[in-house]
T-cell receptor
Framework: GNSVTQMEGPVTLSEEAFLTINCTYT??????LFWYVQYPGEGLQLLLK?????DKGSNKGFEATYRKETTSFHLEKGSVQVSDSAVYFC?????????????FGKGITLSVRP | DTGVSQDPRHKITKRGQNVTFRCDPI?????LYWYRQTLGQGPEFLTY????????KSRLLSDRFSAERPKGSFSTLEIQRTEQGDSAMYLC??????????FGSGTRLTVV
């Protein structure tokens, strides 16, 4: 079945540090890939997405590239801010189903200190 | 467009009681999803509606769980005879296309 594996957390960084959060997936076919963010007390928000191999999703300074050869979708940001502190989830949509249900990783908590 | 609303935000119930949660999707969204999120885990798919039709249910949705979406508008998720293992955040999401979800803030259920 489909699965998403995220690196173990939590991650603590200083402001302006470089961020990489690893995500790999297993799926049949060609899924769409997503990063969602959950700020404290809020619902999940779509951060970025990529729908085919070599696509790069980007938003708010975050980027992730769909790498089919390594089945990865690592999230990067060049300079994190305190306001980026949140839980980040990698997810894929079922490429075989008609309803695009999402399979999520466990999530990783990012804390950015001033 | 006020987003996806879920009610209540928090629910504490005694083991064995029934609970019902409500989700109001974005008005023109015909796709609606329920997910469950336990502590330290990502959300897990429970069920999917297209308009009023429930088209898919996860094996996670035991016979104590039932979901409805009458008239293709709001949806309810009922859990009968709650167990401590049902304690989780229950998330609702809606979309106009089959991806591009908007999630609600969730209902946190605690079974004591």
């Amino acid at each position: 079945g489909n699965s998403v594996t995220q690196m173990e957390g939590p991650v603590t960084l200083s402001e302006e540090a470089f961020l990489t959060i690893n995500c790999t997936y297993t799926a049949t076919g060609y899924p769409s890939l997503f990063w969602y963010v959950q700020y404290p007390g809020e619902g999940l928000q779509l951060l970025l997405k990529a729908t085919k191999a070599d696509d790069k999703g980007s938003n708010k300074g975050f980027e992730a590239t769909y790498r089919k050869e390594t089945t990865s979708f690592h999230l990067e940001k060049g300079s994190v801010q305190v306001s980026d502190s949140a839980v980040y989830f990698c997810a894929l949509s079922d490429p075989t189903g008609a309803n695009s249900k999402l399979t999520f990783g466990k999530g990783i908590t990012l804390s950015v200190r001033p | 467009d006020t987003g996806v609303s879920q009610d209540p935000r928090h629910k504490i119930t005694k083991r064995g009681q029934n609970v019902t949660f409500r989700c109001d999707p974005i008005s023109e969204h015909n796709h609606l999803y329920w997910y469950r999120q336990t502590l330290g885990q990502g959300p897990e798919f429970l069920t999917y509606f297209q308009n009023e039709a429930q088209l898919e249910k996860s094996r996670l949705l035991s016979d104590r769980f039932s979901a409805e979406r009458p008239k293709g508008s709001f949806s309810t998720l009922e859990i009968q005879r709650t167990e401590q293992g049902d304690s989780a955040m229950y998330l609702c999401a809606s979309s106009l296309l089959t991806y591009g979800y908007t999630f609600g803030s969730g209902t946190r259920l605690t079974v004591v």
